[in-house]
T-cell receptor
């Protein structure tokens, strides 16, 4: 159990366009979802935390107007990178929690975004 | 501020034992996680400690000392597939995960 999927697994887009990444919890209800970004050879960097039905809480330095997060249901959260630039190229990983009391985060497989 | 320290890189030999240390200073403590991350993949859960002591799970064990702000992950009978980054993360008083930078473990034959 506790499977989280992400779509797409990789995407290439042109500078200035927007990209939407979906994160789904397949077999449990995710009350909280997290979005991370990871640059090569670096650790995870939390971008934002979202609870179902409420606005996401963004970490300091993360532009909420650029990285739009929607957590419309207990099984789906989306991250939209608006007006993408080459420096937004990164590995984006979502995780979800809500199963049991362990506060364990179950990670999706990640989405590799390349902006040309 | 909140801080988690772990070595950047470690090298060990196949079949041997390796211990990866993690020290933390956080605002509150609600448990410590270890995750394994292979290159290009998302992290996978290894262990969770909230009480002092050693938790054993197959070839992997995790130890916690809350008074010392210290944990270690012990890997026995190392296999080549254990080559990965190992991430230490602490759940703080707000139930937010604070991540370490990770330890890259290189296994040599």
């Amino acid at each position: 159990g506790a499977v989280v999927s992400q779509h797409p697994s990789w995407v290439i887009c042109k500078s200035g366009t927007s990209v939407k990444i979906e994160c789904r919890s397949l077999d449990f209800q995710a009350t909280t979802m997290f979005w991370y970004r990871q640059f090569p050879k670096q650790s995870l960097m939390l971008m934002a935390t979202s609870n179902e039905g409420s606005k996401a809480t963004y970490e300091q330095g993360v532009e909420k107007d650029k990285f739009l997060i929607n957590h419309a249901s207990l099984t789906l959260s989306t991250l939209t990178v608006t007006s993408a630039h080459p420096e937004d190229s990164s590995f984006y990983i979502c995780s979800a929690s809500g199963q049991g009391d362990l506060y364990e985060q179950y990670f999706g497989p990640g989405t590799r975004l390349t902006v040309t | 501020g909140q801080n988690i320290d772990q070595p950047t890189e470690m090298t060990a030999t196949e079949g041997a034992i390796v211990q990866i240390n993690c020290t933390y200073q956080t605002s509150g403590f609600n448990g410590l996680f270890w995750y394994q991350q292979h290159a290009g993949e998302a992290p996978t859960f290894l262990s969770y400690n909230v009480l002092d002591g050693l938790e054993e799970k197959g070839r992997f064990s995790s130890f916690l000392s809350r008074s010392k702000g210290y944990s270690y992950l012990l890997l026995k009978e190392l296999q080549m597939k254990d080559s990965a980054s190992y991430l230490c993360a602490v759940l703080d008083s707000n139930y937010q995960l604070i991540w370490g930078a990770g330890t890259k473990l290189i296994i040599k034959p």
